[in-house]
């Protein structure tokens, strides 16, 4: 069966994240209100501004089913800014800034500091098998990091070289996936794939 699977449509890269899902198998739909939110399996929190999407979720009415449905155990994947969203604790946030939470890891906003705001780099990822063979290139816009993972979360990458090496930057826990980079503006299908298998095996 096709999972259909919604993307969070309130700022960010939206209508990259709705190709990719497409393409890679599922029906993807645009989420902006509390029944369409009801009517998908999975859900993408895409990369945009994490503390205008925390804003935007209130004023949306979302905030709160969207946490209940992930605390119920909706798969969920952010990359980026849907990252920090999913995060249960965060640093570098601003003082009002809060998470849905989901993901027993702590995110550091911003983490890769000014030189290095936006960069790009190949990662091999766990869960992706060629990626041995052919990296996963990784695009990093104002990124965060992975600080801490609690004991239930599989770290899947990490940065291989570099000032930010062995930084975490790929992580699963459950049915939730996060990436602190953009595979939705590089035309790499492959973790779309995952994340619609993700789902797909939990129909
Ligand atoms: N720096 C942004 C934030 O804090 C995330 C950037 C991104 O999603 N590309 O939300």
């Known amino acids: 069966m096709t999972p259909t699977i919604g993307v969070l449509a309130l700022q960010g890269d939206v209508r990259e994240h709705l190709t990719a899902l497409d393409a890679a198998g599922a029906t993807a739909v645009a989420v902006r209100r509390p029944a369409e939110l009801a009517a998908?399996?999975?859900?993408?929190?895409?990369?945009?501004?994490s503390t205008t999407i925390d804003k935007l979720l209130r004023i949306f009415e979302l905030f709160e089913p969207l946490r209940a449905a992930l605390g119920a155990g909706l798969p969920a994947y952010g990359s980026c800014a849907g990252m920090i969203l999913l995060a249960d604790?965060?640093?570098?946030?601003?003082?009002?800034?809060q998470t849905l939470g989901g993901l027993d890891i702590t995110v550091r906003r911003n983490?890769?500091?000014?030189?290095?705001?936006?960069?790009?780099?190949?990662l091999v990822v766990e869960g992706i098998a060629d990626s041995h063979e052919t990296p996963v290139h990784a695009v990093f816009i104002r990124a965060p990091w992975v600080e801490e993972v609690g004991p239930g979360v599989r770290v899947l990458a990490r940065v291989e070289s570099g000032q930010a090496a062995g930084r975490i930057v790929a992580v699963r826990e459950r049915d939730v996936l996060a990436t602190s980079f953009h595979p939705e503006i590089s035309g790499d299908l492959r973790l779309h794939r995952l994340f619609v298998q993700i789902v797909t095996e939990r129909g």
Do not use: Y
Request: a negative charge; charged letters at 25%; proline letters at 3%.
């Open 40 to 49: 998908v399996d999975g859900i993408v929190l895409p990369g945009g501004e």
């Open 89 to 97: 604790r965060i640093t570098g946030g601003t003082s009002d800034q």
């Open 111 to 122: 983490a890769f500091g000014r030189q290095v705001d936006s960069f790009e780099t190949d």
